[in-house]
């Protein structure tokens, strides 16, 4: 059975970083993109990045203006977010999620397996 299971939220000044983890398990992960996206409260879920675990290609939403990075780790079936710079918007629940394949990579519906969501709180 898939699991996604994230780690490293938390509250952080705004400014500051965080590194998220989404460990993955279950199957061969090589030929999925795993991304990840946010929600804030009475917000639609929304597209963060992602990464191809075949390659490493990377994908990222225009407006976070580089300040977020997605990296993965085949060995260990993990992927990280690092966020830096992070903003009292960036507040949210972040999601990790698997895929195969690219095409319309943020599209949440395109997305078959999700992890449970860890909380990230940015603070004036």
């Known amino acids: 059975q898939v699991q996604l299971v994230e780690s490293g939220g938390g509250l952080v000044r705004a400014g500051g970083s965080l590194r998220l983890s989404c460990a993955a398990s279950g199957r061969t992960f090589r030929a999925y993109t795993i991304a990840w996206f946010r929600q804030a409260p009475g917000n639609e879920r929304e597209f963060v990045t992602a990464i191809s675990m075949n390659d490493g290609t990377t994908y990222s939403a225009a407006s976070l203006s580089g300040r977020f990075g997605i990296s993965r780790d085949n060995a260990k079936n993990t992927v990280y977010l690092q966020m830096n710079s992070l903003k009292p918007e960036d507040t949210a629940v972040y999601y990790c999620?698997?895929?195969?394949?690219?095409?319309?990579?943020?599209?949440?519906?395109?997305?078959?397996?999700w992890g449970q969501g860890t909380q990230v709180t940015v603070s004036l």
């Open positions: 999620a698997a895929r195969l394949g690219v095409l319309r990579i943020s599209l949440r519906d395109e997305y078959e397996y």
